[in-house]
């Protein structure tokens, strides 16, 4: 009987680098998002599990091998792998591993990408040991906004540029599924509503553009209780499960709306949980680094104001919140403006929501000052909504003094004036697809 044993130290990362040496890297999607090669920074992206962080790294390993770097210089890491159990002090070995693999390789020609780098504490010494005494050819990921920004700031400051990535875009989606739409055609815009609309219900993490549909939600609830289990049970060990769990479904429920730690805390207290309030406060601070949701803030120009005010909530892919939560996936109007949040922000803009008698969804702030006012409405026929919305858009436009406003539905198209503001109406799909081709 032939016993085999599991292997450890060296050993083991020289098959993980020899692994990862012999893989074939897939073809992947262009993505909006351009990552430098040679910036002279090292490169961390940061953003949701499954965003497609390591997709971009192949990328970036396709360019390089495309432009005549050899396979040899790429070196890849993962450290989500099971069978790693690295402190710090052992993060050399794998440059020594790879240097027992390839003895004839400089290290300094080496491009290093280190995928997941934020599950080995104390990582943030070894990289800047690297692009201090190697070379500053180095790309990292990570799935904690705060635990890598927290790191970056204390050991690699005014070393790095950070890229934040998210699922993908509408125009990235439609990209993949129907290239070369053209949304002056009758036919293509006729594809681009139904796409649309499979996106806002379905979402834009790319593992599921080809998925089945009656698997997706399934893999969905999945990336949810890989993300509270992983990231925030096990990474800020903390044993209130069952409580963590009830306050991230309340934040994906809320997704589209205003979100409050009080309201949670009462609904807790009343069904006998103990937990106190602070413990929630740190749990909402937990969610957002890991990007289970982005918060956003009311407008003010007093930094201090905005910080502390109301935040509105968006869970971090409207695909997610729908498969997570039933009155979510149901309400086309919340569906709506969680896509257009999530849209704004992965094109990396600045946005707040305005509230002043009246609410206006968003306000994109740039370089300190509204240069565009937003309102969302699905159904922009019926009389009261139409009203509603038109008075809190008109009242931001004034505030702020632009001349005219956008309104983003589902498929209505209108201008008018009103009060001295334009007011465009305009299919979100159209807003987003057409500005990007």
Request: aromatic share 12%; proline share 2%.
């Amino acid at each position: 009987m032939v016993h085999t044993f599991p292997m450890t130290g060296k050993d083991l990362l020289k098959t993980i680098i020899t692994d990862s040496q012999q893989r074939v890297i897939p073809e992947v999607w262009e993505r909006t998002l351009k990552i430098p090669t040679d910036s002279g920074k090292i490169i961390t992206l940061s953003g949701v599990r499954r965003s497609g962080k390591t997709y971009h790294l192949f990328s970036l390993m396709n360019q390089l091998k495309a432009s005549g770097v050899p396979n040899e210089q790429l070196l890849y890491f993962n450290f989500d792998d099971e069978r790693l159990q690295l402190s710090s002090r052992e993060l050399d070995s794998i440059l020594q591993a790879y240097q027992e693999l390839y003895p004839t390789q400089k290290l300094s020609d080496c491009y290093f990408f280190f995928d997941e780098i934020q599950e080995v504490d104390g990582w943030e010494k070894f990289i800047s040991r690297i692009y201090a005494s190697i070379n500053q050819h180095v790309f990292i990921t990570g799935s904690n906004a705060k635990l890598l920004s927290k790191e970056i700031a204390t050991g690699l400051r005014g070393r790095t540029i950070t890229f934040e990535v998210y699922p993908l875009s509408f125009a990235e989606y439609v990209g993949v599924l129907s290239p070369k739409l053209n949304p002056h055609s009758s036919t293509d815009k006729a594809t681009l509503i139904n796409l649309f609309d499979r996106f806002m219900h379905q979402g834009g993490f790319p593992e599921l553009v080809h998925q089945e549909d009656e698997l997706k939600d399934k893999v969905l609830q999945e990336y949810f209780n890989v993300m509270v289990l992983r990231d925030l049970i096990e990474r800020y060990q903390i044993s209130n499960s069952s409580t963590l769990k009830y306050f991230c479904k309340r934040v994906v429920g809320a997704s589209g709306g205003e979100f409050s730690v009080n309201k949670v805390y009462n609904e807790l207290k009343s069904q006998g949980y103990q937990v106190g309030k602070d413990t929630l406060y740190l749990y909402q601070n937990y969610v957002e680094a890991i990007y289970l949701n982005r918060f956003i803030n009311k407008y003010s120009h007093s930094v201090v104001k905005a910080e502390s005010s109301q935040k509105k909530c968006y869970v971090i892919d409207q695909g997610m919140g729908a498969a997570l939560d039933y009155k979510l996936s149901q309400e086309r109007g919340r569906l709506l403006e969680t896509t257009v949040a999530l849209e704004l922000l992965k094109q990396g803009r600045q946005i707040a929501y305005q509230q002043n008698g009246s609410e206006c969804d968003f306000v994109v702030i740039e370089k300190g000052r509204v240069t565009i006012a937003i309102q969302v409405a699905a159904d922009f026929v019926d009389v009261k909504t139409k009203e509603r919305e038109i008075k809190g858009l008109i009242q931001a436009c004034q505030k702020f003094g632009l001349s005219e406003g956008i309104i983003l539905t589902f498929d209505h198209t209108e201008q008018l004036e009103q009060e001295g503001v334009r007011i465009t109406a305009v299919p979100a799909w159209q807003f987003f697809f057409g500005r990007s081709n």
